[in-house]
């Protein structure tokens, strides 16, 4: 998949279509485009039931159209800035914060416990005397 980027330099009157091959989204796991697609569908679903169009949504994010269609699509060349966008347009950006929580990290939890101390025994010689 190639990415165009619109380079306008504005002082010289040249406009510049440039392209950057993306490899990135090539080397998603096939778990991974899945789950993208399905949020890219979630988002859609989510944007129907307000009532909003794709244009009505692409001008509220203040991105094309073709933008919000590859994003409801799953395309992984969407940015997250985009993604935040839409999901602040539809009331639910407070989602995106908890993706990676602590709280909900069940892994890094696991990891955690696991290089806990196994010993709890107290020490014999105290330093400080005052310590309660």
């Known amino acids: 998949m190639e990415v165009f980027y619109l380079v306008i330099y504005p002082y010289m009157g040249i406009i510049c279509l440039m392209t950057r091959a993306s490899q990135s989204s090539q080397a998603l796991p096939a778990v991974a485009v899945d789950q993208l697609q399905k949020l890219g569908h ?3 679903v989510a944007r129907k039931r307000r009532h909003l169009s794709l244009r009505e949504m692409a001008d509220r994010m203040m991105v094309n159209l073709k933008t919000v269609q590859r994003m409801e ?4 060349a969407v940015g997250i800035g985009i993604v935040a966008a839409a999901l602040w347009i539809l ?3 407070r ?3 908890d993706l990676v929580s602590p709280e ?13 101390p196994r010993d709890f ?3 014999k010689n105290r330093t400080d005397k005052y310590d309660f």
């Open 42 to 44: 979630d988002l859609a």
């Open 121 to 123: 025994r107290k020490t």
């Open 91 to 93: 009331g639910m950006h």
């Open 95 to 97: 989602r995106l914060g």
């Open 104 to 116: 909900t990290d069940a892994t890094g939890l696991q990891e955690e416990i696991r290089n806990l």
């Open 73 to 76: 699509k799953g395309d992984p």
